[in-house]
């Protein structure tokens, strides 16, 4: 009972602190030029932002079942796309860091006999691959603010130093991930961190390094059979990229839903700051945070903060809200069964 208590008083203060924001976005919002932007919405755009947002989800369960087959997990197509449905609309929802969709993917792949550990290292390869086509778009989002001039509210020398700063971690990441010297280093440094800490509440507790290192180890060898079959290893590359342009492009039709049309350089800068606050405040789902971010980055290129909030919000209700709906009768049908 102590567990619960503890866990509803943790969500009770991410909900003050998402309506603390929204309150915050809000006072500073002209609610009647929000209202008349929603009252005039283009239909046609929304609707095209909601199939580009199940299209995602679909995209997603292509590559889930290719993941699957790097472990030797077969996953039947029509399962694979209502697997990716119910596991990513409730993981991207609550997000909680992006952990949540590894817990989601281990739960509802459990209802098909497929182990905890295969669910979570097919995530992991979704991860990499995701991490890839995301750098890259961030990439094409730095070259058009170094090129371009639609800076208004900083300078080229911030940018340099904030780009610098994104290229280190990604270095961090991929050598943790794929030198095995380093990424002993790292996790036992890290697994040392993590119990130095919790001596301080039990000295009973003791996490294991050891246990991630095998996970690691039998991800490296996953990967390595997936280099050998090169037509696999690039048809999840392609997926990757195809889906990242279609879940940009869900915001991209939500502007335009607004009757704005945003620059595509501006588009994406926008997006990956968004999403990289959403995920790093550890709130559920970045609520909050990741329309506050993304209004107040389009609003430094110009975009009035009012269209730039809306589409944020309608963004939110296209990708997380309706596929989560859609995704409720599967759930229960899952659990009836």
Not at 138 to 155: P, R
Request: hydrophobic share 55%; glycine share 8%; with cysteine.
């Amino acid at each position: 009972m102590s567990e619960q208590t503890g866990s509803v008083k943790k969500y009770l203060k991410y909900a003050i602190l998402a309506v603390a924001i929204f309150g915050l976005l809000f006072a500073f919002t002209n609610l009647e030029e929000l209202k008349r932007r929603f009252v005039t919405m283009n239909l046609a755009f929304f609707s095209v932002a909601v199939a580009f947002s199940l299209i995602n989800y679909l995209a997603e369960g292509l590559f889930l079942r290719l993941s699957l087959m790097v472990f030797d997990e077969k996953l039947p197509l029509g399962a694979a796309f209502k697997y990716s449905l119910l596991i990513n609309s409730l993981g991207y929802l609550v997000s909680l860091g992006g952990l949540t969709p590894f817990a989601t993917q281990v739960y509802f792949l459990g209802f098909h006999g497929i182990k905890a550990k295969k669910a979570t290292l097919s995530r992991i390869v979704q991860l990499i691959f995701f991490n890839i086509s995301f750098n890259l778009i961030f990439i094409f989002g730095f070259l058009f603010l170094i090129t371009g001039n639609e800076i208004h509210g900083f300078n080229r020398a911030i940018i340099i130093v904030a780009f610098c700063a994104f290229l280190a971690a990604i270095f961090f990441f991929y050598t943790t991930i794929f030198s095995k010297p380093f990424q002993l280093i790292v996790v036992r440094a890290l697994f040392c961190g993590l119990n130095r800490i919790l001596r301080v509440f039990s000295k009973r507790v003791q996490l294991e390094d050891h246990k991630a290192i095998r996970y690691f180890d039998d991800f490296a060898n996953g990967f390595r059979g997936l280099l050998k079959v090169p037509s696999r290893l690039i048809s999840m590359a392609a997926i990757t990229l195809f889906d990242m342009l279609v879940w940009i492009g869900v915001l991209y039709f939500s502007f335009l839903a607004l009757r704005y049309a945003i620059h595509p350089g501006v588009l994406f800068i926008g997006f990956a700051v968004g999403q990289i606050v959403s995920v790093a405040s550890m709130i559920p789902g970045g609520m909050g945070t990741m329309e506050g971010s993304m209004a107040l980055v389009y609003s430094l290129f110009g975009v009035p903060f009012e269209t730039a909030l809306g589409a944020a919000l309608l963004y939110r209700f296209v990708f997380n809200i309706i596929p989560f709906l859609i995704s409720a009768p599967l759930y229960l049908s899952l659990r009836k069964r």
